[in-house]
């Protein structure tokens, strides 16, 4: 079995409904192949884990790598693994809203309570930490997918 774990900027930032869009189809062709993960958006990146056999997880991430709808793709992890960290879950994701920065992380930090890979489980942890500082870095400013910066 195979794990891609990476993060990837988002061409729109803060866009509910094409965010939607990719959980909805992603979570259908995942069950279909027998991958499993977990996708987190902060609004503007993306971190996302997939598990699952060889092929299955390395034509998953190609898909990815060719959507249009982020940039800016950075591979973390690609390893063999022996077993899931995220078997249950075709799909599961989360969002960090305007509105709940606290219960953001605290979510991920239970969703990942139980990964017994650290340090897969601080990445995540991490990610969620800093979500609310990008967000308020970047105030609302769009990014530029030409140069991968916030304008």
Not at 133 to 145: F, T, V
Request: proline share 2%; aromatic share 10%.
């Amino acid at each position: 079995m195979l794990r891609i774990c990476y993060t990837s900027e988002a061409r729109s930032p803060d866009d509910q409904q094409q965010f939607a869009e990719i959980v909805s189809i992603s979570a259908a062709l995942n069950k279909r192949d027998g991958v499993t993960g977990l996708l987190l958006w902060d609004g503007l990146l993306f971190l996302q884990a997939l598990e699952g056999p060889d092929e299955a997880v390395s034509e998953c991430y190609a898909r990815i790598a060719r959507d249009v709808r982020h940039f800016q793709i950075r591979v973390i992890f690609n390893t063999e693994i022996d077993h899931r960290e995220f078997g249950h879950w075709s799909m599961t994701q989360r969002t960090l809203g305007r509105e709940n920065t606290r219960e953001f992380e605290q979510e991920v930090k239970a969703l990942v309570n139980n990964v017994s890979d650290f340090d897969l489980r601080a990445f995540f942890v991490g990610f969620a930490a800093l979500s609310d500082g990008r967000r308020r870095l970047a105030g609302g400013r769009e990014s530029d997918p030409r140069r991968g910066l916030l304008i």
